[in-house]
């Protein structure tokens, strides 16, 4: 089977992008050369300190750190005793930062920190990061017939500009959800995508001390069958789908592609006009454009090209 080969330079502990890849090496072949040069590695550092409401540490906590173009968002521990953190080598490139500490229900998140630059062999200092007085979301989901949807998954995504994060916040029981603990910021609630149902975003705005009542409907949607095509190049292989709706972004998401062959994938979607732009992490990009009509017959088939 094919393999990608990835290097990274010397003491790179953190790996928040490679120095060099090589993409569908098959074990007994050729003697590969790979030269890896001095740009491609990474030298910048972040450090800073995270610290609670009353501007304590806040003991074990986590600070993640998300940069444009890169493939996962790197993380360090915070120092329990000052809240202190240091995390490199990075690249150099547009970075926000964001505090996680807690876990299960308690889990807290800051809101993601304003983007900065980090230059080229730069130690930047972003000062103190502190956690903020929350808010709440009041979730009330109905389904097609308007009954209570019972026992489907809720997740909440918030947005660095250039990737989501959608963190599973609980299900609804016969409709409602209330999800405590949400930094001041705007989100999107996401409902369905489950049991034959569409996947529903609702925009909602979190204000501190503040609980917010979102009402949601989630309708029957098209069942649809979509055709994937082999991709050009070789497996395995990161790719990156960017969706919108109406000309307005649907849901971003990667999909790791092992084996290069046709994929049939089964959903149901809202009625609207959809452009599907996928794009492969050498850069090579292709775009789909179809349109949904709420009497479209069942089980339509929408083939999708991959780069």
């Known amino acids: 089977m ?58 074990e906590a986590d600070i993640h750190c998300s940069a444009e173009g890169m493939q996962w968002d790197p993380s360090t521990d915070v120092d329990v005793a000052t809240g202190q953190f240091r995390i490199g080598p990075l690249p150099a490139g547009t970075w926000r930062l964001q505090g996680i500490v807690g876990e299960g229900r308690q889990l807290r998140r800051s809101a993601w920190s304003e983007p900065f630059v980090l230059g080229v062999g730069e130690t930047r200092d972003v000062g103190v990061i502190q956690m903020p007085v929350t808010g709440s979301i009041v979730l009330t989901a109905v389904g097609p017939d308007g009954a209570p949807l019972d026992g489907h998954f809720v997740a909440l995504e918030d947005s660095t500009g250039w990737s989501d994060s959608a963190w599973f916040v609980g299900r609804l029981d016969h409709g409602k959800l209330r999800i405590e603990n949400v930094a001041p910021g705007d989100y999107r609630v996401k409902v369905g995508g489950e049991r034959d149902l569409p996947t529903v975003y609702e925009r909602v705005t979190v204000a501190a001390k503040q609980e917010v009542n979102v009402d949601l409907r989630v309708p029957k949607g098209v069942a649809v069958k979509l055709v994937l095509s082999p991709i050009s190049e070789p497996v395995p292989m990161h790719e990156w789908f960017v969706w919108t709706r109406d000309g307005v972004l649907h849901q971003r998401y990667e999909n ?14 809202l009625p609207g006009s959809y452009e599907v732009t996928i794009t492969s992490e050498t850069g090579k990009r292709e775009t789909n454009r179809f349109t949904i009509g709420p009497d479209d017959p069942p089980d339509r088939v929408i083939p999708i090209k991959l780069p």
């Open 2 to 59: 094919p393999y990608v080969l990835k290097f990274h330079a010397p003491g790179d502990t953190v790996r928040a992008r490679s120095a060099a890849m090589v993409y569908g090496v098959q074990p007994g072949g050729e003697e590969i050369v790979v030269r890896l040069f001095d740009a491609s590695f990474p030298k910048s550092t972040i450090t800073g300190k995270l610290l609670d409401i009353e501007g304590r540490p806040l003991g």
């Open 256 to 269: 790791w592609w092992e084996v290069n062959e046709e994929r049939t994938w089964r959903q149901r979607l």
